[in-house]
């Protein structure tokens, strides 16, 4: 209604799909067919500009702009009391990185959890694992400076991937067996291979990050063996409706840190500098200051 607070989702969805009838909203077919027209789910141009031409919305949202037109199933409403600046992370990568944890992997108290790549979306991951109760949250990435931040929000122990060696390091934690899980979000072939290398016999991946979508990975055949479980997810099993109020609810108890994730406040005009910093892996998140 007027006035509430909002967070607001990229995956609108029909309810009625064969993908949607199997709990799969990820996989909606209005979705998956109008997203790359870059128009609304029901297939309309909500916005356009001055001469009629129609104005397309990256993912539904168009929200890089001072304003943006959405369904208001896209729209959840989250507790007034949390800053914009901290919730307006929650609609993408601390959804996927916690709801990887929470919603899709199988995490249990005494487990080992191996987090691959700690940007926006691993850090996530890792207070998704400890939400979870994991008992060993081993974080891995290039970046001394990521990898105490991820020390600050819930990793046990540490690994430099470029001077370390991460499966090693998993195997050590489990006197040998490897990671119970592990979450991926670094987006780089040598990551997919790592996390079957880290895996234990039985254990469980998710694969968060992506690659071109054209491009092969390799894999050791024997990697794959040991009925070890391999899932892709693109949003966490997102279930925005009570995910956002729910990590809304955890930010505001102090059981997730959202601050610790936003390296820069930038204005809108800033914009293309700011994505230029998040490919030079100077920033976590910059957010936008109206």
């Known amino acids: 209604k007027v006035g509430d607070h909002v967070v607001l989702s990229w995956n609108p969805h029909c309810g009625t799909c064969f993908y949607c ?19 609304a789910l029901d297939g309309s141009a909500k916005a356009h500009l001055a001469d009629g031409r129609e104005l397309g919305a990256l993912m539904f949202l168009g929200a890089f702009g001072d304003y943006c ?8 409403p989250v507790p007034r009391d949390l800053p914009f600046d901290e919730a307006c992370l929650i609609g993408c990568g601390v959804m996927t990185g916690v709801g990887a944890a929470l919603n899709v992997a199988r995490i249990s108290p005494r487990d080992t959890v191996l987090v691959l790549g700690c ?19 081993l974080a891995a990435d290039l970046s001394e400076e990521k990898l105490a931040l991820a020390k600050s929000m819930g990793a046990t122990h ?70 070890k479980r391999i899932r892709r997810s693109s949003y966490g099993g997102a279930r925005p409706h009570s995910d956002f ?37 100077e920033t976590i998140r910059s957010v936008i200051e109206m």
């Open 21 to 39: 009838d199997r709990a799969l909203p990820i996989l909606c077919e209005g979705y998956l067919a109008e997203g790359p027209k870059a128009r």
């Open 69 to 76: 037109i959405v369904p208001d199933q896209q729209a959840i």
């Open 119 to 137: 940007g926006a979306v691993g850090l996530a991951a890792v207070q998704g694992a400890r939400l979870a109760g994991a008992e060993q949250i």
């Open 158 to 227: 540490t690994v430099n991937a470029r001077t370390g060696d991460v499966v090693e390091a998993a195997r050590t934690l489990t006197n040998g067996r490897g990671a119970d899980v592990v979450l991926e979000s670094a987006g780089a072939p040598i990551a997919f291979r790592t996390t079957l290398e880290a895996v234990r016999p039985g254990g469980e991946v998710i694969w968060l990050g992506k690659i071109d979508v054209a491009h092969d990975v390799s894999f050791r055949w024997g990697s794959l063996m040991g009925e």
């Open 245 to 281: 109020p729910f990590l809304a609810r955890a930010a505001l108890a102090g059981r997730l840190d959202l601050k610790g994730l936003i390296s820069r406040r930038i204005a809108l005009g800033d914009i293309n500098e700011g994505f230029a910093a998040l490919k030079r892996g």
